[in-house]
């Protein structure tokens, strides 16, 4: 009856107006959060929260200033300890993952990911927050980047594996050593994917709370160094809100807002750089 | 002066160590391969002492009820009797039920994103959608309280039951509170993950496909489906694998909707309880070593059942068919 | 580039580095309170029950700003959480609703002193958009409620304690905690003591296996349940239910009377209740006229014997303090200050702490 052409016109048409329905659907419940965090937040945003340290219930002010640096300080401790190694990680699996060792290794990968934070959380708690006999911002960014670990590696690999071996021959045929071409060639190119990765984990760590209830604890002051426990957003965000005091669930509200924005300077931050590496395709 | 400064610098002379097959192998690749795989070998090594951890927590509950505890359904703190089945259906359900609305959703977006979006709107609407990942759970989490719930029982499962309501996934009582609600939680948490993923890969398949394809007449979505899709296969079903790993171990935000009844019920209606919140949940309260060592157990459990999902993920995909993986064409 | 990516590094750094800078000191209360002196800094840290944690961390303010060297982190992971981190030696006080048990205590590396700080009590709030008046429960109603005996608001026992009532005819939506807290041992022990079939056939504690309803996640969620749907019915702390101004039903203690969650009737039930030496008593379903009967006494968990005497002595001040002036700012934040015939047997309680031979409190 249909000309196999328009068959073939409407499948596509068809397809094409879902894949909109679904962003438009994909959309939706992210519009209608930001709403109800922004509403409920916006109010509570002032240069107090950004400067002051918490105050208890019935006394007006305070913020989160010492939760804000907390988080910077957890996130940095975070990538440190979690995107070198996920890297490299991710780049032994793209090069020799064939091996049997290398399957392994991506099977793991795969199934830390499922583990859920709070696992992770008592874990570290075990191995670092116990043999120190103290919590720590330290414990903290170790449980954070155990989190980040797998995110990053299978990225990183998936990624590597479709750069075009045209590029990587190219290089190779000028001379330059393998590893010398997994890493200027190979990896360059397939840096802003990566970034987009790292910072999908990143983003989800910074907004993690379980794991650090055991790990980074919490601190109504300044924390010093790295040795001693410190406040953090998500903390912060979890023990306000489920408190009875409507001040304090609009200072979770407005951390929520500033967490939000923290990490979304984080990611434009990471594509500015990896962009300019690039350059142009 | 001489030829050697004209060269770029990228050239170095090799070097004379010898694989033991023979192979001459420079230095740079030989320390490469050892530093890449001790890292990698960390990865294998968290993981190992992760599940040894896990196993030697519960090393009183699994000697005490052995595999009981897998088909038991009752979880009783009081008396000190433990059964994880609720919890491994609840899991599993909210999983799979999480998947079935993120993974077309996120392939739909991803697609949208790397192919048919003009180019002024990749870039906000590829943003917005990674947003999705920075709220933290516990926001998700009061959301859901607030406005999903609400909107689910008052709107959306009214809904279903009218017209639905035969099957016995849509019935029982309305509470907004459930399944339903947990499902859905998952999915708009996973959606960020599988979606940027999957982009990221479509986005890294050589445009000379799409071309080729387009050029032999195909229309948009045939080229996609047959020149890009498969090439990006691979990174398609790790991207879902994540996905599917988050959604296991999501726990702040699902049981602030699901209900946490350790029932089992096939209706979406009906509450239920996953392995992750019940640890959380339990967790920090529990006292005695039964107890704590029944929790570790959920928590190696939740393990075993991870694992089992990827394999059976790995195989699917295995089974639909062998096509040369992206990178070698 | 080259300098955008310094820039960002460079303000990593910074962020990093940003140390302490001291908060700007409040202006010192005038108080009678001695000003104890302490030259050098001390840093505590406590974990345990979330119950008491606005008031701890009132009183952890209040006390920074008469002695700022002394620093009191106090975190709420929970009574459990608090029991295992003091066992640990991971913090050096913890706090708990439910005491400790036996067992539990063996595996403390020294004696551990239960203080009783505070008196908080469990209300029962609803949600019934019909009733004008104050719902008054009887302890077997409440009971069959829970069990999912009672299922309809307009059942006859309901009918008989609320006789002008507007009931309407509803299922009634019962909520629990999910996760294991002190608020539901304190419900359950009620519940226990007022029906010997509950207690053998659900039973007492953190967590319990509950016969119907369903689990919200922590006081703000089974408040959140209770205010967004209608017919239903959960416990929850005093201070969730007058924050967010949900009724909070009365309830028939052991006298008969139907009393209201005031603080007069959490301070009757504390008084009526002989504490002993242990200082650990159950204050649910209390004797006395105006006691309400889901009280309960919130403990701090304090070794006898402090490894750190610089530690142990701030932290015996602290808890002296919080005992005695700590007490007033009890009332505003919803909790019942301890009754003077128990605080003299709590304060030679503290006398006996010490580190190796010297006792920590020397005459305050």
Known sequence: MFSRYARRKFTDVLVRSACVAAAVLAL??????????TSRGIGGISLAFFSELPKPVGESGGGMANALVGTCKLVFLACLFGIPPGVLAGMYLAEFGHTRFGKWVRFSADVMSGVPSITVGIFVYSLVVLQTKHFSAFAGGVALSVLMLPTVTRTTEELLKLVPESLR?????????????????????????????????????AGETAPLLFTAFSNPFWSSGLNEPTASLPVNIYNYAVSPYEEWHRQAWAAALVLLLLVLLLNVSARLLVRQRVGAP | M?????????????????????????????????????????????????AAAMVYGSAESLSKFGLGFVTAQVWDPVRDVYGALPFIYGTIASSLLALCFAVPISIGVAIFLSELAPAWLRGPVGFLVELLAAVPSVVYGLWGIFVLAPWLRNSVEPLLARTLGFLPFFQGQQRGFGMLAGGIILAIMITPTISSVSREVLRAVPSSLREGALGLGATSWEAVRVAVLPYARSGLVGAIILGLGRALGETMAITMVIGNRSEISASLFAPSYTMASVIANEFSEATGSLYLSALAEVGLLLFVVTVLLNVVARLLVWRVGRLPEGGSL | MLARRNLLVGLLLGLIACKESQPAPAPSATEAAPVLKQDEAVSLTGAGATFPYPLYSKWISEYNKLNPNVKINYQSIGSGGGIRQITANTVDFGATDAPMKEDEAKQASGKLFHIPATIGAVVVAYNLPEVTGTLKLSSEVLVDIYAGKVKRWNDPKLKADNADAKLPAKDISVVYRTDGSG???????YLGKVSAEWKEKVGVGKVVRWPTGLGAKGNEGVTGQVKTTPYTIGYIERAYASQNKLPMAELRNKAGKFVAPSIEAMSAAANAVEMPAELVVSLANADGEGAYPITSYSYLLVYEDAKDATKGEALAKYVWWGLHDGQKFAKDLDYAPIPATVLSKVEARLRELRSGDRKLLSGA
Request: aromatic fraction near 8%; glycine fraction near 6%.
């Open chain 1, 28 to 37: 939706i419940p992210l519009v209608s959060v930001l709403y109800y965090v």
């Open chain 1, 169 to 205: 021959e190219a290089a190779l045929g000028l001379g330059v050593p393998k590893w010398r071409a997994t890493l200027s060639v190979m990896l360059r190119t397939a840096a802003p994917g990566i970034a987009t990765g790292v910072m999908l984990a990143v983003a989800r760590v």
């Open chain 2, 2 to 50: 001489s030829v050697s400064q004209e060269v770029s610098p990228l050239i170095r002379p090799r070097s004379k160590i010898l694989t033991r097959f023979g192979h001459e192998l420079n230095w740079g690749d030989f320390v490469f391969r050892r530093v890449t795989a001790s890292l990698a070998m960390l990865m294998l090594a968290a993981l190992a002492a992760m």
């Open chain 3, 183 to 189: 608020t539901t041992a304190v419900f359950t022990e």
